[in-house]
């Protein structure tokens, strides 16, 4: 069984930082693809970032709306995953939920709230 647990999120003024992360445990690998997504209200969960390891090459993918903004990392020797997000937007306020996909099935954390102030 594979768990998420995150940490991070809260309160912020736009333009401000936070910085959120993901540790995973259970049967995992580093080739496992770890993102966050995110779902604000009234609207579908949406991918933010995303993270996957090939031997010594990390591949990454980001929406188009934090390219730039935001940086998606990942220490496979923790399995931990981290979101650093930078310049941040109203817009930017949602749920953000850690993801692993293993053996083509999708685990979620629990969300952590991210709200950015105008």
């Known amino acids: 069984q594979v768990q998420l647990v995150e940490s991070g999120g809260g309160l912020v003024q736009a333009g401000g930082s936070l910085r959120l992360s993901c540790a995973a445990s259970?049967?995992?690998?580093?080739?496992?693809?770890m993102g966050w997504y995110r779902q604000a209200p009234g609207k579908q969960r949406e991918m933010v970032a995303s993270i996957r390891s090939g031997g010594r090459v990390n591949y990454v993918e980001y929406a188009d709306s934090v390219l730039g903004r935001f940086t998606i990392s990942r220490d496979n020797a923790k399995n931990t995953v981290n979101l650093q997000m930078n310049s941040l937007k109203p817009e930017d306020t949602a749920i953000y939920y850690c993801?692993?996909?293993?053996?083509?099935?999708?685990?979620w954390g629990q969300g952590t709230q991210v709200t950015v102030s105008a």
């Open positions: 259970g049967s995992i690998f580093s080739s496992n693809a």
């Open positions: 993801n692993i996909r293993v053996w083509d099935t999708d685990y």
